[in-house]
C-alpha cells in the first residue's frame, strides 16, 4: 500500500494531485518520498521471493533429516504416518520425538491423559515432504 500511495504522489501530474490538495507536499517531499517508494516496492518484490526461498530450504532439511533418521525416530514418524493426521500418543519414545520436534519433523499438539503421555502430530511441511514418492515408499 506504502509503495502503491507513495507511486501516486511521484508518477500523477501535479495538476491532479493539486485537486486532492497534494502538490505543496510532493514537490516539497519528492526525494524522501522516492527514497520510501523504492525501498517499499522492493519488500513488496522480495518478501515473497525470500519466503519461497524460506519453504524450500526447509524441505530440504527435513528431507536431509529424513534420510538418515535412525530406527527409533523413523518407527515413530511411521507410527505417526498411520495416525493419519491425529496427535499420536507418545509415552515410552518420548526422546526420538523431542528429537524429531527439534529438526521440525514433529510437534506436540496435544496434551493426553494429564502429564502421563503426549501427543504429537507432523508438521505441514513435513507432510508435504512426506507425500514425495521417494518417502511413502520408504516408509510403508
Known amino acids: 500500500m506504502i509503495a502503491f500511495v507513495t507511486g501516486l504522489l511521484i508518477f500523477l501530474p501535479l495538476s491532479l494531485l493539486a485537486y486532492f490538495g497534494l502538490d505543496s507536499i510532493a514537490a516539497k517531499y519528492r526525494g524522501i518520498i522516492s527514497l520510501v517508494f523504492l525501498f517499499s516496492s522492493l519488500l513488496a518484490v522480495t518478501e515473497p521471493l525470500e519466503t519461497k526461498y524460506r519453504e524450500w530450504a526447509g524441505k530440504g532439511k527435513i528431507r536431509g533429516y529424513l534420510n538418515d533418521l535412525p530406527g527409533f525416530e523413523r518407527a515413530l514418524l511411521k507410527r505417526c504416518l498411520l495416525n493419519d493426521g491425529q496427535a499420536t500418543r507418545v509415552i515410552s ?48
Open 93 to 140: 519414545d518420548e526422546g526420538p520425538a523431542r528429537s524429531l520436534e527439534k529438526k521440525d519433523i514433529l510437534w506436540k499438539s496435544a496434551e493426553l491423559d494429564g502429564q502421563r503421555a503426549v501427543g504429537y502430530s507432523i508438521t505441514h511441511p513435513a507432510r508435504q515432504v512426506l507425500k514425495e514418492p521417494k518417502y511413502v515408499e520408504m516408509f510403508k
